[in-house]
Every structure is written in structure tokens, then in C-alpha cells.
């Protein structure tokens, strides 16, 4: 069974910073993208960053476009995904949650794998 766990959410006052880190259970056979999403209290979830393994490239979400960083770090099948914060805002306060698109084997098919998630709250 595969298993993202997130962490490094926390406290911040605003205009500080957080890295999310999230470890995958699982070594995969590829990996089409890895993300981050958040869901903020009374809202849906939303889109924050991904990056593209086959390029790689990255996209963000406007609103965090020059603050936020998504990377990876480690085996290139099983990577701890990483997320700096960077000058954080009252309305970056979520839930984040890792997201990995990825195949088991060369014959499972392309998966959507996610995190439980980690808390992160921007306040002074």
C-alpha cells in the first residue's frame, strides 16, 4: 500500500517561511508528476504547485508564483517532495497536501496517490 505522509506544517506569523516535506512508503516504476495541494478552512482543495517529471518543469499557482518552490530530493522513484514557503500570508493557512501521479508496475496503470496532510496556520 502506498503511503505519502507530509510534515513540517506549523505555526508561522506572516512574511516567515515553512518546508514541507513529504515521504513516499513506496519505490514507483514512474512517476508522471509530483504536486502540492492545500484546502483552506471552508474552501475546496486547490491547486499549488507541481512539477512535471518528464520535463522537468514546474507550475504554481498564481498567487504563490515567486514565494513557493516545489523540488524533490533522493531516488528519482521514490523522492521526498519538498515545498519552501517563503513570505507567508495569512491566506496560506490550509491544509497542504503531497500528491504523486505515478505507476506501481509497468502494467498497474497511472495512479493518483495522496498524503493525509499537514496543517499549516499563518497568523499573527
Known amino acids: 500500500q502506498v503511503q505519502l505522509v507530509e510534515s513540517g506544517g506549523g505555526f508561522v506569523q506572516p512574511g516567515g517561511s515553512l518546508k514541507l516535506s513529504c515521504r513516499i512508503s513506496?519505490?514507483?516504476?514512474?512517476?508522471?508528476?509530483i504536486a502540492w495541494y492545500r484546502q483552506a478552512p471552508g474552501k475546496q482543495r486547490e491547486f499549488v504547485a507541481m512539477?512535471?517529471?518528464?520535463?522537468?518543469?514546474?507550475?504554481?499557482t498564481e498567487s504563490v508564483q515567486g514565494r513557493f518552490a516545489i523540488s524533490r530530493a533522493g531516488d528519482p522513484f521514490q523522492p521526498t517532495v519538498m515545498l519552501q514557503m517563503d513570505s507567508l500570508k495569512q491566506e496560506n493557512t490550509a491544509v497542504y497536501y503531497c500528491n504523486v501521479e505515478a505507476w506501481i508496475t509497468e502494467v498497474s496503470g497511472r495512479m493518483d496517490y495522496w498524503g493525509k496532510g499537514t496543517h499549516v496556520i499563518v497568523s499573527s
Open positions: 513506496t519505490r514507483f516504476f514512474s512517476i508522471a508528476h
Open positions: 512539477m512535471d517529471m518528464i520535463g522537468p518543469t514546474e507550475n504554481y
